[in-house]
């Protein structure tokens, strides 16, 4: 029974001291953890440092260096912004064309408009009312102009 007990003993105190002693994977896990670490620290350094913070531990070289890298990506971004203030006046542009080319559609119509209510003597019979011109609201700007015969008594659709 002692023998037993023994070996029973002896177990435990192997196995107790299998598990202070830290598995292969856990060993690489914790140098994982410390390289990774220590990587964040420096990366965060570098980030202050671009920033303009916790420059009194750097030497002339160094400083040099760090400017150099602003510098290159400050280029980078001045050309990004440079293109998309491009980009956006080309589109400005496009729009604008776009209106103007409405606005003269919409002259063109107005022209026609008037002709016809002259030609109908409409202007004579209702008098001249500036707000006329306001009441004629089922004009679509996008329609292509449409050629009216003059010598039709009808030149305005409506509907």
Known sequence: MNQVLEKHRLLQTRNVGELR?????????????????????????????MKGEDLKGLDLKELDKLEAMIESGLVKVVKTKEQKMLKEISTLKEKEAQLREENIH?????????????KMGIHEQCGHHPSWE?????????DQPQNYNNNSDTCLKLG
């Open 21 to 49: 002693q830290p598995s292969h994977e856990m060993q690489i896990a914790s140098r994982n953890f410390g390289i990774l670490s220590n990587e964040l620290a420096e990366k965060s350094t570098a980030l202050r440092q």
């Open 134 to 142: 306001l009441t004629i609201g089922n004009l679509k700007s996008r």
């Open 106 to 118: 919409l002259k063109q119509q107005f022209a026609m408009m008037h002709l016809c209510i002259e």
